[in-house]
Structures are given as structure tokens and as C-alpha cells.
């Protein structure tokens, strides 16, 4: 955890990349179980899962910041709280409701082609950044993303049967717009993070968990609603484990090594990590469904890997970004 006095500056060189890489690794690995949470809570809709785990780590977070709200809320200015709430708002619950909206009206195929290229659209602006390889540098990386998003897209497509069409002008708009919204996010929270003195990654994810748990509140009434079916005590049960299982795994620990990678990296290659939740992603699902992965997907765990080693190495050639060898 990044402590109080060692927070890096602006524009200060990374100082730990492999350690950068390893978090991000890390905090893929843990985000893609949420692909799983669909599965394993099947009898609740999208929104109902998205406030439950929402609602749980706003809890979680503000039981771990307890001990030291008083001195954490006191260094937070206005802005730092409005920046907290719009980070909040576009990084869980905006782009949860969008990419739900576009899996339900244009189908996975086409929703997870979109999504697919969130580092391509992170490292493109994170090429102006301080810290950032040219643009040209980053070319062959960005192919190999895109190159690797085209295979999960394909492979997608071609799993795909005429009860979940991939062309609704509204699924798409739906998945353009989560596109947008965790890429705000992305680029958002780094900056946010570059920028802080006063309180530490760790401590800004927890911060984020709170706004976002009162934020979910909101979604309450509507949840309500829109309820359709009844649940018996265990399906309720089941549904309170998974929403506090990925409370604590993918949003306090996941978010945090994030954070923390974040601090580490320059937005460009910060865009590159987000592959590893596609990563992990794709192999828990293999894993779930027990099957080998296809020509497709193997393709695209290669041009996935081989894009944030492309990515690094235009960072490690800069003149004074030896750090990164």
C-alpha cells in the first residue's frame, strides 16, 4: 500500500514497473471473477447484483476506514469528493447498467467485441500524458490489442445462435457507452491518483467503495420496481455470499492493487493492464465451462500478452525510462 509520504508527484518517473505489472496482473485476476457471479446467482437480475455487491463494499470500505476517517476525511477537499463521486459513478454503476443494457439487447458477441477495446481507447489518451511513449511507439501494441479483441469478438460471434443477436443499433449504443464510461474511468482515476498527496491508493479505493455504496442506494427503488420474481431464504442467502465474496475479492482487494499499479505506471501502459481482466476472464470461464480454449482464444491470449510486452518495450527504449527494463 502506497503510504502517505512516498506518493509520487506528477510527471515523477515510475519507480517499481515490474512490481506496476504484477499488481495489474493481479487486480485482472481478481476482477474477472466477477464474470462468474452471473452464473453462480443466476435467479437475480443484473441490477440486483450490482447493488448488492455495490452495497457491500461501500459497508466493507467504511468498516476497514473507520479507525482513520477522521484524519482521511479531513485532508479531502470539495474536489477531491466531487471527483470521488463521478469516479464512482462511471467506473461501477453507470457502466455496470450499460453493459448489462447491451448483453441484454445486442448480445455478448457484439458487447464483448466493444468492451474489448477499452486499452486500445486508454492508451490512445494516455499517449499525451507525461511519462508516455509517442503514439508511433505504441502502434504495434495497439494492434496487437485490437488484433486480440478481434479474436474474443469472433470467437464470440461464432458461438453465438439467432436467440441473442449481436446487431441492435440500441445494444450498441449501449456497449459504445460503457466502452466510454470505464474509459473515463480508467484515464480519470489515474490522473486522480498522480495527483494525490494526501491520502493513499489503498485509502482512495476505500473512498471510492463508500461513495459508490451510497450511490447504489439510489438504484434501490428502481430495483424494487422492477422485481419480477420471489427468492426462498437460500437463493437470498446464496445471493448475499456471492455480492459480499465480490465485494471483498474484486472491488476492496481488486480495486487496491489497481490503485496501486496505477501510481507505478504511466496511463499508457496502465491501459495495457486492463487485458489481464479479458485474460483471466476467459480462463475462469474455460475453467467453468471445462473445456480447452479454442484456436481463437488461444489466439487471443497470445496478441494479449504479447501487446503489454510491446507496450513495455516502447516504454524501456525511451531515453531516462531505463526503469522499465
Known amino acids: 500500500m502506497t503510504s502517505l509520504s512516498?506518493?509520487?508527484?506528477?510527471?515523477?518517473?515510475?519507480?517499481?514497473?515490474?512490481l506496476g505489472v504484477a499488481c495489474g496482473a493481479g487486480a485482472g485476476a481478481l476482477w474477472g471473477l466477477v464474470f462468474l457471479a452471473p452464473a453462480l446467482v443466476k435467479d437475480f437480475d443484473p441490477l440486483q447484483l450490482s447493488i448488492g455487491r455495490y452495497l457491500c463494499y461501500g459497508v466493507l470500505a467504511a468498516l476497514m476506514l473507520a479507525p482513520r476517517w477522521r484524519q482521511v476525511a479531513t485532508s479531502l477537499s470539495r474536489s477531491h469528493w466531487f471527483t470521488l463521486s463521478w469516479l464512482a459513478l462511471t467506473g461501477n454503476i453507470v457502466y455496470y447498467i450499460l453493459l448489462s443494457s447491451a448483453v441484454q439487447m445486442g448480445g455478448i458477441a457484439m458487447t464483448s467485441l466493444v468492451i474489448g477495446f477499452l486499452p486500445?481507447?486508454?492508451t490512445v489518451i494516455g499517449s499525451r500524458d507525461t511519462g508516455a511513449a509517442p503514439f508511433k511507439a505504441l502502434v504495434p501494441s495497439l494492434l496487437l490489442s485490437g488484433a486480440g479483441a478481434l479474436c474474443i469478438g469472433w470467437e464470440a460471434l461464432a458461438a453465438s445462435n439467432a436467440a441473442a443477436p449481436g446487431s441492435s443499433g440500441l445494444g450498441l449504443?449501449?456497449?459504445?457507452?460503457?466502452?466510454?464510461?470505464?474509459?473515463?474511468?480508467?484515464?480519470?482515476?489515474a490522473r486522480a491518483l498522480k495527483r494525490m498527496h494526501v491520502v493513499s491508493g489503498h485509502d482512495w479505493s476505500l473512498l471510492t467503495g463508500i461513495v459508490t455504496g451510497a450511490q447504489s442506494l439510489l438504484l434501490l427503488p428502481l430495483a424494487l420496481l422492477l422485481a419480477?420474481?420471489?427468492?426462498?431464504?437460500?437463493?437470498?442467502?446464496?445471493?448475499?455470499?456471492?455480492?459480499?465474496?465480490?465485494?471483498?475479492?474484486?472491488?476492496?482487494?481488486?480495486?487496491?492493487l489497481w490503485n496501486?499499479?496505477?501510481?507505478?505506471?504511466?496511463?499508457?501502459?496502465?491501459?495495457?493492464?486492463?487485458?489481464?481482466?479479458?485474460?483471466?476472464?476467459?480462463?475462469?470461464?474455460?475453467a467453468w465451462e471445462r473445456r480447452l480454449p479454442s484456436v481463437f482464444e488461444t489466439l487471443a491470449l497470445v496478441f494479449v500478452v504479447s501487446s503489454v510486452l510491446a507496450c513495455l518495450a516502447a516504454h524501456r527504449s525511451l531515453p531516462g525510462k531505463r526503469e522499465l527494463a
Not at 173 to 184: D, I, M, Q, R, Y
Open 173 to 189: 449504443v449501449c456497449a459504445v457507452g460503457a466502452l466510454a464510461s470505464w474509459t473515463a474511468f480508467a484515464v480519470g482515476n
Open 228 to 256: 419480477t420474481t420471489q427468492h426462498d431464504a437460500h437463493q437470498w442467502v446464496r445471493f448475499a455470499s456471492v455480492s459480499l465474496a465480490l465485494a471483498l475479492v474484486a472491488s476492496i482487494a481488486g480495486n487496491a
Open 6 to 18: 512516498n506518493a509520487r508527484p506528477v510527471g515523477a518517473a515510475p519507480s517499481h514497473p515490474l
Open 120 to 122: 486500445v481507447a486508454v
Open 260 to 286: 496501486r499499479m496505477s501510481r507505478l505506471l504511466p496511463l499508457t501502459v496502465v491501459g495495457q493492464m486492463i487485458l489481464f481482466e479479458t485474460v483471466f476472464a476467459l480462463v475462469y470461464g474455460l
